[in-house]
């Protein structure tokens, strides 16, 4: 059994311990690294400061808006690096504000530089007199209509702005102010209509010259408050406190539960106010006042608000020279040679590996699943899922062709609440049983079982990963999934979905390590046996890939198996609160991140036990919300030869030199210096997928056996 923490345990010590926020934010000062890459084309370089900005938006809604309900509550509980809500946050806003300065010159430069490629973004001074003609024609034809002014200053109770949403603020007066009573100036807001795209194109021009919507409107508001005179305006956006918990634990109708929650984030607290740099003082001194938000609360932006709609540039087609290569997917190295999906799976498990091999077997088998007569019954788990998804299509056509399909569709999976809500109706309107989870539990888990009548007897198939079933992310995002008729598995997977429909309590597993019932002891109990099992001979070896490291118990085991001298090598896209290089505490263990074109979102997890070697993947990151409060999986790769590519796969992850992060024992990660060959992960990933491809068509070449002859 793994060792419990001691009352007075010093590796509780806050000097031991970063602080999970701050911790983030140096992850998305990584991202932000990328985009001010000049060694990158320039699209690229847009995507991921387009990235930057979308994340800091969720970070608001729900990072930044718990510490601030929990400052409000009057909370000065301390986070295990010692610090109070309000600190955090005082910390926070220092690091986003000198973020945000570098962000919005990174993007000026791309676009500066995109000019040079024939794609202008011109601001009002640039317009000639024959674009701004054009550009107010446009604006009555195809603008003004759309528009819902509001006046802040004179609607009682105020109009509830939404979140996210671009918005233009004016001091409007009377054009004609009576000289004895002026007349004061009146707050108005004018919400960019959602429908619009962010950038309006000039006809007639060589290449590509763009305008912002939100500067057609600004320059054309005399046509929206006629015998009015604009006395000011500005650009802003407001973000929202978006963290609404689900209470489903006596939730009678979890549907209505989730809608209410949907719904209720649009009258939640504001938690920040972006606003541009070059804002009237008196504008945005009402602005303030009159949605009651604090100096604290305000960010000024010195360029575009709200980035994202850089992904309107990145998208557009041609331009190719100013994108990094496609990779496209390549077919499966263990599905190589393969033509029948359901008899390679009964020989040998698959590993997939996202998205350098291709997620289309997947999407293939559910296919085939829902059309083969000898499918019996198909059972998955639905997380998060695309807008218009092969699989869930599957799904209905596989229930309409009279199979037994049961689909869990996680309504809580933050921000897709209310497209999960549509796949549940879709599917409950096909005739699959469609469950919503655990009570007080998410489920995270990714799992797919396909019951099969074969010749000899029914046969179970099914696929674990470590990301969701998405076709779309499997392109985005690099993920590992499992494909095996393994019985003692299987039998597990079965376990799990009866679990899940209430049909039976927890069981003995086989294979299969669930969380919130013994992940987290597992893993304990690893962890210390590698402790326990190193000598100086032969020091014990744990190699771990995950998204993000913020469990306080974990660190701690970690920390003790490090003061035992095992090996420790940790492979940290995101958060990471545990301090490497500590003297006496953590001197054997070494953090990465890396940061590329792909996002890290596998988790592996190796220990060298004593030269049995053990290796497993799973769905859950070591964070007390993975281990306490979701239902996940891990479960263990047993075939030696996909063990031993999962190993050299870990190795080739800490050998990069080229997008890897070395954590520092005081927080800041600094580039892992380039020594010797230049290694690039992700790169070496799809250069072995395209060259099995190729090894495989060599072998099997031109030349074709011939059949021996057949019996008479």
Not at 299 to 323: K, P, S, V
Not at 372 to 392: C, E, F, H, M, W
Not at 526 to 543: D, F, N, V, W
Not at 615 to 639: C, H, K, T
Request: with cysteine.
């Amino acid at each position: 059994m793994a060792k419990k923490d001691g009352p007075k345990d010093k590796l509780r010590s806050p000097r031991y311990y970063l602080n999970r926020e701050l911790s983030w934010l140096e992850f998305n000062d990584r991202v932000l690294r990328e985009g001010l890459d000049r060694q990158l084309p320039v699209l690229e370089r847009l995507k991921f400061l387009a990235i930057v900005s979308s994340n800091l938006d969720e970070f608001f809604m729900i990072r930044v808006a718990s510490l601030m309900q929990m400052q409000l509550a009057g909370v000065r509980k301390r986070d295990p690096a010692g610090l109070t809500p309000t600190q955090q946050l005082q910390a926070i806003r220092r690091r986003v504000r000198r973020m945000v300065e570098e962000h919005s010159t990174g993007v000026r430069s791309a676009l500066e530089e995109l000019a040079q490629h024939g794609i202008q973004v011109l601001r009002p001074s640039d317009w000639t007199d024959p674009q701004r003609q054009w550009l107010r024609r446009y604006f009555q034809r195809e603008i003004q209509d759309q528009l819902s002014p509001l006046s802040l200053s004179e609607l009682n109770p105020m109009p509830i702005l939404p979140g996210l949403r671009l918005q233009i603020a004016a001091l409007v007066i009377p054009a004609d102010p009576s000289p004895r009573a002026p007349e004061a100036a009146h707050l108005v807001a004018v919400p960019v209509p959602a429908k619009c795209k962010r950038f309006v194109q000039l006809p007639g021009q060589e290449g590509l010259t763009l305008v912002c919507i939100e500067d057609v409107i600004i320059e054309n508001l005399d046509l929206v408050y006629p015998g009015r005179m604009i006395k000011s305006s500005t650009v802003f956006r407001i973000t929202r406190d978006a963290d609404v918990p689900i209470q489903d634990d006596d939730a009678s109708d979890l549907l209505s539960t989730v809608q209410q929650a949907v719904l209720d984030r649009r009258r939640r607290q504001i938690v920040r106010l972006e606003v541009s740099a070059r804002a009237d003082r008196q504008l945005l001194k009402a602005l303030q006042e009159r949605l009651q938000i604090a100096e604290p609360l305000v960010y000024r932006i010195d360029g575009l608000l709200d980035a994202t709609c850089l992904w309107e540039l990145i998208g557009r087609e041609g331009y190719e020279h100013l994108r990094v290569p496609d990779w496209p997917p390549q077919t499966p190295r263990d599905l190589l040679g393969q033509e029948n999906l359901w008899e390679a799976i009964q020989d040998h498990d698959v590993l997939l590996f996202h998205p350098y091999e291709s997620f289309d077997p997947v999407v293939q088998l559910l296919q085939e699943a829902a059309d083969d007569p000898n499918v019996l019954a198909i059972k998955q788990t639905l997380y998060r899922t695309s807008g218009d998804s092969p699989i869930v299509r599957s799904l209905e056509r596989a229930a309409q062709n009279g199979k037994e399909v049961i689909v869990l569709v996680e309504l809580k999976a933050r921000f897709e609440e209310a497209r999960n809500l549509q796949w549940a109706r879709r599917l409950e309107d096909a005739g699959c049983y469609v469950l919503y989870g655990l009570a007080g539990l998410k489920t995270h888990a990714k799992a797919l079982l396909i019951v099969r009548r074969e010749e000899d007897r029914i046969r179970r198939y099914i696929h674990l990963s470590t990301g969701n079933y998405n076709e779309r992310t499997a392109r985005l995002y690099s993920d590992i999934g499992l494909l095996s008729a393994d019985r003692d598995l299987a039998a597990d997977v079965a376990a799990l979905f009866n679990l899940l429909t209430g049909q039976s309590e927890p069981v003995g597993w086989n294979r299969l390590v669930i969380a919130p019932t013994g992940l987290r002891r597992y893993f304990l109990d690893l962890i210390q046996r590698e402790a326990e099992l190193s000598t100086p001979e032969q020091p014990g070896l744990i190699m771990a890939k995950v998204n993000s490291l913020q469990d306080a118990e974990i660190c701690r085991a970690l920390y003790r198996a490090s003061q035992k001298g095992v090996k420790i090598l940790l492979n940290v896209r995101g958060i990471c609160v545990l301090r490497p290089g500590v003297p006496n505490v953590s001197e054997t263990i070494e953090v990465v991140s890396i940061v590329d074109r792909f996002l890290e979102h596998a988790r592996i997890f190796y220990f060298h036990n004593g030269g049995h070697e053990e290796v497993y993947l799973g769905s859950a990151d070591w964070m007390s919300r993975n281990l306490d409060r979701r239902l996940e999986i891990l479960f263990p790769i047993v075939q030696p030869n996909l063990r031993r590519r999962l190993i050299d796969i870990l190795k080739t992850f800490f050998a990069d030199n080229v997008k890897a992060w070395r954590l520092c024992p005081d927080g800041r990660y600094e580039r892992v210096p380039r020594e010797g060959e230049a290694i690039r992960a992700q790169e070496w990933f799809y250069k072995e997928a395209v060259a099995a491809v190729r090894q495989a068509q060599q072998i099997q070449g031109p030349f074709r056996p011939l059949a021996g002859p057949q019996p008479q």
